[in-house]
């Protein structure tokens, strides 16, 4: 069973502080790797797409993946009380002939202003 | 404007009864998914479908059933056989890109209360 783990929080962190978030993967052939952030009774909205190692910067944002150690972070700089929200990690399996993402179950995360 | 959109926003349904949520989408996208989302949990898969007139069952596909006719349009049907239907419900898409590359969207949701 492919698996995508990530501490359900909450993460509170002061404004204008760094967040950090973490996600770690159980399939090693994992191909492509996304951030999501959800606000409270909303869909989830696209943030960051990583797919090789490394790091990968938008803005305020920063992916990191780290395909040895299988684990992939978002960085979120500045933090601002609208940044609060639950950020859900996916990741697309190595035989993903169905088109399927993984997701894990999200962090929460406060921003404390 | 580009786009998935689903309605109603907001169902309420009766013991009993199967209920259609509509999800339609402008992307010209061949995949498309339905997702349950529980208070505090994550997505679960119900259906998906990657081309016209094809669709498998996901994770939790019991009780629930879709049909794709179309490629824009993914409607899914909650029968009374799901046995608790209460839950917020995510529909997305996504085009078949470079392998591995293919990020989905979501629409807004409908939120599905059982009376």
């Known amino acids: 069973q492919k698996e995508v783990e990530q501490n359900s929080g909450p993460l509170s962190v002061p404004e204008g502080a760094i967040a950090s978030l973490n996600c770690t993967y159980s399939?090693?052939?994992?191909?492509?790797f996304f951030w999501y952030r959800q606000y409270s009774g909303k869909s989830p909205e696209l943030i960051m797409f990583i797919y090789s190692n490394g790091d990968k910067e938008d803005g305020r944002f920063t992916a990191q993946l780290n395909k040895a150690s299988q684990y992939v972070s978002l960085l979120i700089r500045d933090s601002q009380p609208s940044d609060s929200a639950t950020y859900l990690c996916?990741?697309?399996?190595?035989?993903?002939?169905?088109?399927?993402?993984?997701f894990g179950k999200g962090t929460r995360l406060h921003i404390l202003p | 404007d580009g786009g998935i959109t689903q309605s109603p926003k907001y169902l309420f349904r009766k013991e009993g009864q199967n209920v259609t949520l509509s999800c339609e989408q402008n992307l010209n996208h061949d995949a498309m998914y339905w997702y349950r989302q529980d208070p505090g949990q994550g997505l679960r898969l119900i259906y998906y479908s990657q081309i016209v007139n094809d669709f498998q069952k996901g994770d939790i596909a019991e009780g629930y059933s879709v049909s794709r006719e179309k490629k824009e349009s993914f409607p899914l049907t909650v029968t009374s056989a799901q046995k608790n239907p209460t839950a917020f419900y995510l529909c997305?898409?996504?085009?078949?890109?470079?392998?591995?590359?293919?990020?989905?969207?979501f629409g807004p949701g409908t939120r599905l209360t059982v009376l």
């Open positions: 399939d090693r052939g994992s191909q492509s």
């Open positions: 997305a898409s996504s085009s078949k890109g470079l392998a591995g590359r293919n990020e989905q969207f």
């Open positions: 996916a990741v697309v399996p190595l035989m993903n002939r169905d088109d399927k993402i993984i």
